[in-house]
């Protein structure tokens, strides 16, 4: 059974693009076929991976809106993993879909079409609680919700739950939230522990455990277009990674049973 997990926080810059490139590596590393799924026009993800949006002609903005197949538009990366890269003109998949029947359902319609072809399919969402994310959080099984536990300007959490809650009620309602992965995480401060034990208690949240260490490894990855697992293979950032990778697996065997 293919496990989807979106991951999703409408704030920016809390490391979703970041987590799905390495925890999809990690996947991979551990023998599972995965695909990620690139769902915001910015295109980090599709760049960061080695692709530049600009030569692509078919992207997952003609998968949602006009139905072309996705194995047309899935690309092999060197990290081992399977992309449905973007582009800018996903952009405009918004205002598309919002006047179309079923656009909750976009994304799951795709997840579907491939699933056999994967173990997990990680959805990298926009940073904003548009149609996009909406369609994501409606494909998954799993909500992961990465953090930043650098400010205490966390309230976003319950915007992105009642979201959450809302999807849970009209389009999907096996969703479940896997918890937050605690990201650009400094375990050597009081703060950092402070935030995290905040947020999980206000919101009865689980902890993606181990935390994601706050690293300048991880400002060098995109650049060369791989993800941190091969560009600083043994770096503490990597192995959390790989941690929390091993973590979802032993996860998603639990829930299958
Ligand atoms: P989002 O997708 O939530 O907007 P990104 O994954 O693009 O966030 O990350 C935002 C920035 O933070 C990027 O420049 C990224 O390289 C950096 N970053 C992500 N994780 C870490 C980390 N653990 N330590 C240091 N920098 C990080
Ligand atoms: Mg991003």
Redesign the pocket.
Known sequence: MTTTLA?A?Q???????????SIGAALAELGQRVLLVDL?P?A??TF?LGIDPEDLEVSVHHVLTKGTDPREVIIETEDGVHLLPATIELARAEADLLTRTGREHVVKMVVEDVEDDYDWVLL?CP?SLGVLTVAALTAARGVLI?L?CETLSHRGVGQLLDTVHDVRRFTNRKLEVWGVLP???DGRTNHSRTVLETIAETYELEVVEPP????????E??AAGRSILATSRTSK?AQ?YREVAANLVTRAGRKKR
């Not at 994601?212 to 400002?219: D, G, R, V």
Request: charged fraction near 15%; charge should be positive.
């Open positions: 991951v926080n704030k920016g810059g809390v490391a979703k693009t970041t987590s799905v490139a915001d910015q980090c993800l960061s990298d940073p990465p930043q990201t650009l995480y994601i260490p706050k690293t300048i490894k991880f400002a990855a995109p950032g959390a």
